[in-house]
């Protein structure tokens, strides 16, 4: 009998200096997915997908930027979800965690390939050219991966504190499992870096992020309508779960209604990763969740929302490692022994 799977795209960040090659490496049977897409890149003057794979070496100015990292890791993460044994798996839902909501919409069949690819690499270069301010992330969990109600309780008065100071704008961008992204402007993303605990990583500024996920991005709503046609967007074929945790089952929905809200609350408004993996988990109860590559930053904050949901009687850190030591629940495609048991 198939196993039941839930898919969940990585967004920006997960192609990494240990990343490179991954598409070439793991996928080099693809080269119809690449021609494509290297296509799309020529006819904008950009770098191919192909020739920012096969670097010889990883360059964060190059690779790391929004108009190549976008598209880059899309075809990595499609490629993924192409690469899945169908005779061991059944998708039975996706999602993703930020830039991972456009894969996952191509993932879900909303969007065919090439309408994904061209909402990626438009956006990606969108936010390059005019995001604001940047995204801090700072951890909301003990050692053990259980959320802390002090740091959870510190934040929330950070987030009102910053509400009535006139001179600095900070929001919460995502929700990342045990972890908070707050987006700011510059004099917020200072004021965050000062008042935040520190220890020897955080809190820590994404390199080459904008202020996702939230009102600083409102300019951007209208120019990413304008670039991207609604007739892209069909009913789909899986469920897709959004950044506010929302089902979208396939043909139950107006093609209207994902774009406004991909279009709209995904990118001025909080993206609740947290919740879209718990609601994902206890609605379509899955046998695996499967993270697509590149990278495996994404297991992390997969596992910590479980944990919050307490699913399948997940505990901690250490009950989750037991169980993935014994029987894998959580397979990431970007770990190679991961990789071979949902490859086949």
Not at 49 to 59: P, Q, T, V
Not at 287 to 314: E, F
Request: proline content about 6%; glycine content about 10%; aromatic content about 8%.
């Amino acid at each position: 009998m198939k196993q039941k799977a839930l898919v969940i795209c990585p967004g920006r960040g997960t192609y990494n200096s240990t990343e490179l090659g991954y598409f070439g490496t793991h996928h080099a049977a693809r080269g119809d997915l690449a021609a494509m897409l290297d296509a799309l890149r020529r006819e904008q003057g950009q770098i191919t997908i192909s020739d920012l794979d096969k670097a010889e070496k990883y360059a964060p100015s190059v690779h790391m930027t929004g108009d190549n990292a976008s598209l880059l890791i899309y075809a990595c993460a499609l490629a993924d979800f192409a690469a899945i044994d169908p005779e061991i798996y059944n998708v039975v839902a996706v999602t993703g965690n930020s830039m991972g909501w456009y894969l996952a919409l191509a993932c879900a069949g909303v969007l065919d390939f090439e309408g994904g690819a061209r909402l990626v690499n438009t956006m990606g270069g969108m936010m390059n050219s005019h995001g604001k301010g940047g995204q801090i992330v700072w951890p909301i969990v003990d050692t053990d991966w259980r959320v802390d109600p002090e740091k959870v309780s510190l934040a929330n008065d950070l987030l009102a504190e910053a509400e009535s100071n006139p001179d600095i704008a900070v929001h919460i961008s995502i929700r990342l499992g045990g972890m908070i992204v707050f987006a700011a402007d510059e004099p917020g993303l200072k004021w965050l870096q000062e008042r935040l605990p520190k220890d020897d990583r955080f809190p820590m500024r994404l390199v080459h992020h904008a202020a996702f996920h939230s009102p600083l991005l409102d300019h951007i709503v209208p120019m990413a309508r304008e670039a991207n046609p609604s007739g892209d967007f069909g009913v789909g074929r899986v469920p897709v779960i959004d950044g506010l945790g929302k089902v979208w089952s396939p043909k139950a929905f107006n093609p209207d209604a994902i774009y406004d809200y991909t279009l709209g609350a995904q990118l001025n408004r909080s993206y609740d990763f947290t919740r879209a993996v718990q609601v994902s988990a206890r609605e379509f109860a899955p046998d695996k969740i499967i993270v697509l590559g590149p990278g495996t930053t994404l297991g992390a904050p997969t596992a910590q929302a479980l944990i919050a949901a307490g699913w399948r009687g997940l505990s901690g850190k250490t009950d989750f490692q037991a169980r993935q030591a014994s029987d894998p629940i959580l397979l990431s495609m970007g770990i190679a022994e991961q990789r071979a048991l949902v490859t086949g």
